[in-house]
């Protein structure tokens, strides 16, 4: 931690693993993951391997829901012992109501009498996109940022983030309602893969691969002509691991020093994208 004694809260939709979580003294909120009339906490009650294993055996799409006021506020409480400050990362808040269920905790707490500043800062990402961004909040509290100054940088992070990926299926989407059964079957039956990114807050469209290779070859694209290749790109798979190993040699082929992470798609984002997605999260060039 740095001098500023700051500490860093989130929750489990960044899909940080726990171990480096703890490592980075950062306190991870779990989600809730829901099949039919059971209810699981993310990453201490169920995996991201176990979700996915449970989701292709169910008819009906699981759910999830964010952390109550509740969980936060125990997390503050926690997190207060031993800060002068406390910085709360949360999914985007045009996805999920996370966001202002931190802030109803922190309003709670200091309306108790928790005089530690709480900042709650809207990432606009989730899943990997913003785990990359905890990891440079982290990375800016161990040098001794305030967090005011933490905040400054990461909005300007924000806009430099580049979240690709490519689905298997859209599936999911048609359960979800996403998508016209008709367009989903279509889609598959075709072997159409549809291309994503996500901005402003928002997953969207921007192209269509014929097959997975196609659609992985073009997600990598973008890190070559966009990615400051000096640092970190995380390549993000759900349950997929295989794919995720050959987008980490395309990369590799045209960016042999590049610093490559492998990491699980949680169920928090896992239940839209569904089985097979992979992608990458970068920093874009400044």
Sequence with gaps: MGSGKIRLITHTGCDMPLKEARA???????????????????MTEIT?????????????LPTSSGPSVGDFVRA???????????LCLMITSRMSGCYSTAVAAAGTVKRQGLEVPIYVYDTQQCSHGMAQMVRAAAGMAEKGDSASQIIEKLTDLQSRMGVYFVLESLKNARKGGRVGAIKAL????????PLLLFSDGLVRDYAVARGMADGMERVASRF????DQEKTV????????????????ILLREVPGAVIRIESVG????????????GIAFTKKA
Aim: proline share 2%; net charge negative.
């Design 48 to 60: 991201a391997d176990e979700f996915y294993g449970k989701m292709a055996n169910t008819r009906e």
């Design 234 to 249: 995380t390549v993000f798979h759900a349950a997929a691991l295989e794919r995720a190993e050959e987008m980490k040699k």
């Design 24 to 42: 980075l003294h950062i306190g991870m909120v779990p989600d809730k993951v829901i099949f039919g009339d059971t209810e699981y906490r993310n």
């Design 267 to 278: 169920p928090v984002i896992g239940i839209y994208t569904g089985s097979g997605c992979v």
């Design 76 to 86: 503050f409480r926690e997190a207060a012992k031993d800060a002068d400050e406390i």
């Design 186 to 193: 279509a889609a598959d039956a075709l072997g159409i893969k």
């Design 224 to 227: 070559f002509t966009e990615g």
